[in-house]
């Protein structure tokens, strides 16, 4: 169907040549373009607005290049058990008391094991699913068995970023391979849990990477109903320490291209927001950002506070997205 003259359908035959031409339009036209799309699929002016807390931190055996909790670099990050559910509760309380509508626990695991700290884990679902918010994890690798678990607790998303292209992606990890994070999705998709998938800009890869990244997520059967576009966040003493900051420019142009491709996905304004004015974010939301995490940290690295997204809320006329919004995204294709 076209309208306003944007095809207006769901699509997940993208080719990488249309990619191109939409990727690389003059951004003030490509913004516009998206915030176009972004109307007739979207809830202008609502923003899902999420938390994220590392309930084990550090000591994690991959080699991510970007990040500070790989135990084999010298970052400065103490290394934490897992929180007791206590902890994570009135963590989870005071996140649905600044106007979170979803809380992500994030684990340094290569992978998920099946022992008591996945069992504990299970009961920290429970417990934040008990309280009325959508409840995510990003816990590593889990098969199938494992996400079936997670969502019999009350899992609702499960996060497991691409990073990269898959060209690139062994230059940014080599512990694993670019087909054990499809597979992952995968298993999370077949146990009817919401798929949270996206990348991280500024790891030193090309625009042709970051095509390729976007090819992959849209061209998947069904798309992820949340794509997470991150900036890397520097971190002395990681491989990637002196890559130069992306400007707001790059994430607007990753956002809008985003938006168009996967029209009905929650596209998350993630990791770097801390360093972006206002007057920055307002430019991604206009380019179809409708998704926030708010809190101090984002695991180990800083983020804008609950009070100052709240002022930014009301400055720009947004308002959170309620938690469990029925808006069941039509599979593609």
Known sequence: MMQNGLNTALRNDWSLEEIKVIYYKPVLELIVEAANVHKQFQATGEVQVCTLLSVKTGGCSEDCAYCPQAARYHTGVDVHKLMSQEQVLTAAQRAKEGGSTRFCMGAAWREVRDNRDFDKVLDMVKGVNDMGLEVCCTLGMVNEYQAERLKEA?????????????????????????????????????????????????????DEDRIGMLYTLSTMEQHPESVPVNALVPVKGTPLENQPLVSVWEMVRMIATARILMPASMVRLSAGRERMSVTDQALCFLAGANSIFTGEKLLTTPNPDFDADKAMFELLGLSPRKSFKEEAQPVVG
């Open 154 to 206: 009350g899992l609702y998303a499960y996060n497991h970023n691409l990073d990269t292209s898959e060209e690139n992606y062994a230059s940014i990890i080599t512990t694993r391979t670019y087909d054990d994070r499809l597979n992952t999705i995968d298993n999370v998709r077949k146990a009817g849990i919401s798929v949270c998938s996206g990348g991280i800009i500024g790891l030193g890869e090309t």
